[in-house]
């Protein structure tokens, strides 16, 4: 047989497409493996046309007998992942067939938590950071107002925590390293609905005349008593 003959042969058979969301979660779902294989065949029989083939059927295709087979479909649809769906034709004729919907929902369902807390986690470690960063820069610990105030900058004003940590470098930069004024400069920003870094930086620029401020070191406190800083006053901010 010719290759070309071959390749014809297997395109003309069709194929069954499934997602890989199922083979990396069955397990998890407390699917068992010949169950698995039986939702493949499922699959294959509705892409002939069959789409409620009995264990017969099927038992012809998969070395379990008809018993089992059976039991594995009751397995499925006790679960919730197989139900017999009935439709009706123009003419009014009732047909019924297996439907995998369930199980798919499922999967997609798991994967958007799985996702969400994914999510969830990443932003609890940038706003640990953030923390961090600020207990470095007072030298203590927080208080539990300072932190609930931090906490509000992230759930009611939205504010990312790179646009906090802009903040903290420009109060570190003002030599004005507190909650109050780190405060007001986020308000002010917001207020000109000013979201990403760079417009944060250029909009501190314009007040400095256009200089770009320095990068401030680990700990402000051990800066350079001489070294001069460009300075603006969020709190006194012109209109």
Known sequence: ????????????????????????????LGIRDADAMLVLQLMSFAEDGNGLPGPSDIAARMSLPEEEIGSGLQR????????????????????EAYSLHPLWNRLVDDQILLCDG???????????????????????????????????????????????????REAVIARKVSLRYIDRILFEWKKKNIR????????????RGGSSPQPPRQNHREEDPQRKVPFYNWLEERE
């Not at 509000?152 to 790179?162: A, L, N, P, Q």
């Open 118 to 168: 994914q999510a969830q986690a990443d932003r609890q470690a940038e706003e640990g950071e953030v923390f961090a960063i600020f207990e470095q820069e007072f030298g203590r610990l927080l208080s539990p107002m300072e932190c609930e105030t931090i906490s509000m900058w992230f759930d009611e004003d939205g504010h990312s925590t790179e646009l906090i940590k802009a903040a903290l």
């Open 196 to 207: 990403s870094v760079s417009d944060a930086e250029q909009e501190a620029r314009q007040f």
């Open 76 to 95: 499925l649809m006790q679960t919730g992942f197989l139900e017999i769906e009935r439709t009706m034709d123009d003419d009014g004729r009732l047909s």
């Open 1 to 28: 047989m010719k290759s070309q003959d071959r390749l014809r042969i297997w395109i003309e058979r069709g194929n069954v497409h499934i997602s890989q969301l199922f083979f990396h979660s069955y397990k998890k």
